[in-house]
């Protein structure tokens, strides 16, 4: 097994050797393995591109789908790659409140005479990055005879998902985030009851079949017939894409497995680094990390660290009307740095998202920490004020 840490990125990954990879979250990235096995798929692919495109990718989608199916715990036959309200509540917020804030939410809609078909929630959010109780969520939405829309973009790779336990309505998670494998590859789960909802991929595919009319023509499909049920069909080939990244998976769990130990140990790791960076970034800048009291925010690998700025008008302090301005000076100063910082302003304060990951260590967050620090004490200089502002 490979040393978890900078040895891991160093032996395993493509980053510069310079550079240090703070912000996993935002677009993720794929070991050496998974991208010589790409590479691969490439060539064989534009050897015979008939061939490879119309009958032999699918059977390789086919695989990769039932290994993602086992990974989620779900039927691979579920999987294939109108007014709105909000709860009105802002982080940090605790678990028992956020359930019961849908629960009178739905309940007072319904009063009012209109009916709840979709509640819309994350596994874990993006800015500020914290876990949700989706599991609790989910339950309620069924409980209400609510639909459930569960958004797993940081999911799957990241923390434990037993789709099979939860049947949520319908459920989305990016692979390309946190397992491995190159952008853009996504996973959609919708129970065979609800499959009938989902009309069309986008864009509409080859595959697509519209509701018979009477009278009409059947459409002929160009593409050899298969096994698969006409919901996955219809993903399976959307055009002129590159849609290789979705067959790199079983590289991709190969790696998971025989180089890092699985996904349990690469969890707890990536956890765990999140808790204890954070709060050493926390320790370095004097500040704090987002979370509530019940500690539940933070079972993830990513921490939110407040920023040691001051706000308002005078000498050290950043005007209210330059947040933006500053956020774009540390974001764009840090990519001269060779790394990159996520930033929000949330709650009066800017915020710094660090996303911990197998190929990190606690020496990975303190530089980070420290340059971030610096650039804090420019931007308190009013050095920011040649940054970009939207």
Excluded at 39 to 55: G, K, M, V
Excluded at 237 to 247: R, S
């Amino acid at each position: 097994m490979a040393t978890f840490g900078r040895p891991l990125r160093e032996e395993h990954f493509l980053f510069d050797k310079d550079y240090v990879p703070l912000n996993h979250g935002s677009f993720g990235t794929f070991p050496k393995s998974v991208a010589d096995r790409l590479t691969e798929l490439a060539a064989q692919n534009e050897a015979r591109p008939d061939t490879y495109i119309r009958y032999e990718f699918p059977s390789l989608l086919e695989e990769s789908r039932q290994m993602i199916a086992k990974i989620l715990n779900t039927e691979p036959i579920e999987t294939t790659a109108a007014d709105t309200e909000d709860l009105g509540l802002e982080w940090p917020v605790e678990d028992d409140d956020l359930v019961a804030s849908l629960e009178r939410k739905v309940k007072e809609i319904k009063s009012s005479g209109r009916n709840v078909r979709l509640a819309i929630f994350d596994t874990i959010s993006s800015m500020p990055a914290v876990r949700l109780p989706f599991e609790r969520l989910t339950k309620t939405c069924k409980d209400l005879g609510v639909m459930s829309f569960l958004d797993g973009a940081h999911g799957i790779g990241q923390i434990p998902l037993d789709i099979g336990l939860l049947q949520p309505d319908f459920f989305c998670t990016n692979v390309h985030k946190w397992f491995y494998v190159p952008r853009g590859c996504a996973v959609l789960f919708v129970p065979e009851k609800n499959q009938r909802l989902i009309r069309s991929s986008i864009p509409t595919s080859d595959s697509f079949s519209p509701r018979p009319r009477k009278g009409q023509r059947a459409i002929n499909n160009p593409y050899p017939p298969d096994i698969r049920t006409p919901f996955q069909e219809l993903f399976g080939f959307v055009g002129t894409a590159n849609n290789d990244a979705y067959i790199t998976v079983p590289a991709a769990i190969k790696f998971r497995e025989e180089v890092c130990g699985g996904e349990e140990k690469i969890m707890n790791y990536c956890i765990e680094l999140a808790l204890k960076g954070g709060d050493r970034a926390a320790e370095i800048f004097g500040t704090e990390v987002l979370d509530n009291e019940s500690k539940t925010l933070r079972n993830c690998a990513f921490a939110n660290v407040r920023l040691p700025l001051k706000y308002g008008e005078g000498k050290g302090k950043v005007p209210h009307k330059d947040v933006g301005k500053v956020a774009q000076f540390i974001a764009l100063e840090s990519v001269k740095l060779n790394t990159f910082f996520a930033i929000i302003f949330f709650r009066g304060a800017h915020w710094w998202r660090i996303s911990a990951q197998a190929y990190l260590e606690m020496a990975d967050i303190e530089w980070g920490s420290e340059t971030m620090k610096r650039l804090c004490e420019r931007a308190s200089k009013g050095e920011y004020e040649s940054a970009p502002s939207h």
